[in-house]
């Protein structure tokens, strides 16, 4: 049972544009969220979080949306640039994120220069 | 350095050995974690340590798997009787009770 879905295997963007990585969830236990990058031969590099208090974060050029009524999040990243260039894992916990991380299979990103 | 280390980085074993891996987490991190990768996949869970208490065992940690994390401090991972579906990346990633979790940069262990 796939509780946290990427349904996108892989996206592609012109530089300078909006990525949009979505993600799935069907636990409604769940009240962290966290996107990480994961380029290869490494291991995952924390992006960004929310918790399920909040609709909305961000970092710099990293946005995350939580829709929780649509068990959904989304990960915005303005302006895009080719070093976003990676796999992204949207990842899920509950207890306030101090349970496991339950991931998803990834979204393969690809920014054109 | 001061990020999580995995050791070895790569490892070739042949179906029947056992292998162990080790991991050195962020030094004031408490909690330990152990994920395991295959390809086209996220990372799944395999077990977690809170100091040397190991707190939670995930169904994929079959008998042949054991971790342990003796003082607190790094911890081990080993597979007896390996075989080849064991192939994957083992991932460690430590953490504060309340914080993200940081991840290695992963064993990637292939059985022959």
């Known amino acids: 049972d796939q509780q946290v879905k990427q349904n996108s295997p892989s996206l592609s963007v012109q530089e300078g544009r909006i990525s949009i990585l979505n993600c799935d969830y069907t636990n409604s236990m769940f009240d962290y969220f966290l996107w990480y990058k994961k380029y290869p031969a490494e291991g995952p590099t924390f992006l960004i979080s929310?918790?399920?208090?909040?609709d909305k974060n961000e970092d710099g050029r990293f946005t995350v949306f939580l829709n929780k009524s649509a068990k959904h999040l989304s990960l915005h990243i303005v302006p895009s640039q080719p070093g976003d260039s990676a796999v992204y894992f949207c990842?899920?916990?509950?207890?306030?994120?101090?349970?496991?991380?339950?991931f998803g299979t990834g979204t393969r990103l690809k920014v054109l220069a | 350095d001061t990020g999580v280390s995995q050791d070895p980085r790569h490892k070739i074993t042949k179906r029947g050995q056992n292998v162990t891996f080790r991991c050195d987490p962020i030094?004031?991190?408490?909690?330990l974690y152990w994920y395991r990768q295959t390809l086209g996949q996220g990372p799944e869970f395999l077990t977690y340590?809170?100091?040397?208490?190991?707190?939670?065992k995930s169904r994929l940690l079959s008998d042949r798997f054991s971790a342990e994390r003796p003082k607190g401090s790094f911890s081990t991972l080993e597979i007896q009787r390996t075989e080849q579906g064991d192939s994957a990346m083992y991932l460690c990633a430590s953490s504060l009770v309340h914080n993200e979790q940081f991840f290695g940069p992963g064993t990637r262990l292939t059985v022959l």
């Open positions: 030094s004031e991190h408490n909690r």
């Open positions: 990842a899920a916990s509950r207890d306030s994120g101090t349970y496991k991380y339950i």
């Open positions: 929310i918790s399920s208090i909040k």
């Open positions: 340590f809170q100091n040397e208490a190991q707190l939670e």
